[in-house]
Antibody, heavy 119, light 111 residues
C-alpha cells in the first residue's frame, strides 16, 4: 500500500547536523512532490517547503533557508531533510507528506521523526 | 505573508454541532483550495476535508467544509459530535508562491 516511512528519533548536540529520511513505497516516487512539515513540541504545523521528485529542485518556505536542505536518492525512492548547525529551537517532529493520488494536498504523511537538540 | 487564523480552542457536548473557522489574512481565501487536517496526540495529521468541501473516503459525512468569501474565511463543521472527534484541527491553503500555509490549529474538546 501507499506509505511513507521515516527514520527514527535523533538526539543531537547543538551545532551538529541531522539527516531525516522518508522512504516512499506503493507508488511511482517521481510522480508526486515531497513536502516537509515541522511541529515543535506543543505547537502547530509549520510548512517547510517541498522538493520536485522529478528534477530534485527544492523550494523552501520563509524561515527554512540556509540550514535546511531537501534532497533525494531516487533509485531507492527516498527523500531526505538535512539540518545543519542545529539549535535547541530545532527540536521538533519533522514530517514528510505527499499528495499521492490527490490534486495537491498532503494526502499521505510519514509517521514523523522526533529530532531533539540538547547539550 | 499570507496567514490563516483559527480559534485556539472550541468545546462542545457529544451529539452537538461545532464549527471551526479559518480566516485568511489577505487576498481571497477562495483563490486557492482549503484543506482541513485532524491530528490526534502522538499521530500524524490526516485530511478530513480537501478542496474546500470534499470528503476523502472513510471520513464520515458528519464532517463538512465551506467557504465564505464575504468574511474571507473557511469553516469546518462537525455534526453529531463524538468523543473520538476530540483532536487538533488545522486548516491549510497556499500562498502566492503556492507554498503551503497552515492555520495555528484549533483544539476541539468534546465534553
Amino acid at each position: 500500500q501507499v506509505q511513507l516511512v521515516q527514520s527514527g528519533s535523533e538526539l543531537k548536540k547543538p551545532g551538529a547536523s541531522v539527516k531525516v529520511s522518508c522512504k516512499a513505497s506503493g507508488y511511482t516516487f517521481t510522480q508526486f512532490a515531497m513536502n516537509w512539515v515541522r511541529q515543535a513540541p506543543g505547537q502547530g504545523l509549520e510548512y517547510m517547503g517541498w522538493i520536485n521528485t522529478r528534477t530534485g529542485n527544492p523550494t523552501y518556505a520563509q524561515g527554512f533557508t540556509g540550514r535546511f536542505v531537501f534532497f533525494l536518492d531516487t533509485p531507492v525512492n527516498t527523500a531526505y531533510l538535512q539540518i545543519s548547525s542545529l539549535k535547541a529551537e530545532d527540536t521538533a517532529v519533522y514530517y514528510c507528506a505527499s499528495p499521492v493520488g490527490s490534486g495537491s494536498y498532503y494526502r499521505i504523511w510519514g509517521q514523523g521523526t522526533l529530532v531533539t537538540v540538547s547539550s | 505573508n499570507f496567514m490563516l487564523t483559527q480559534p485556539h480552542s472550541v468545546s462542545e457536548s457529544p451529539g452537538e454541532t461545532v464549527t471551526i473557522s479559518c480566516t485568511g489574512s489577505s487576498g481571497s481565501i477562495a483563490s486557492n483550495y482549503v484543506q482541513w487536517y485532524q491530528q490526534r496526540p502522538g499521530s500524524a495529521p490526516t485530511v478530513v476535508i480537501y478542496e474546500d468541501n470534499q470528503r476523502p473516503s472513510g471520513v464520515p459525512d458528519r464532517f463538512s467544509g465551506s467557504i465564505d468569501s464575504s468574511s474571507n474565511s473557511a469553516s469546518l463543521t462537525i455534526s453529531g459530535l463524538k468523543t473520538e472527534d476530540e483532536a487538533d484541527y488545522y486548516c491549510q491553503s497556499y500562498d502566492t508562491r503556492y507554498l503551503g500555509v497552515f492555520g495555528g490549529g484549533t483544539k476541539l474538546t468534546v465534553l
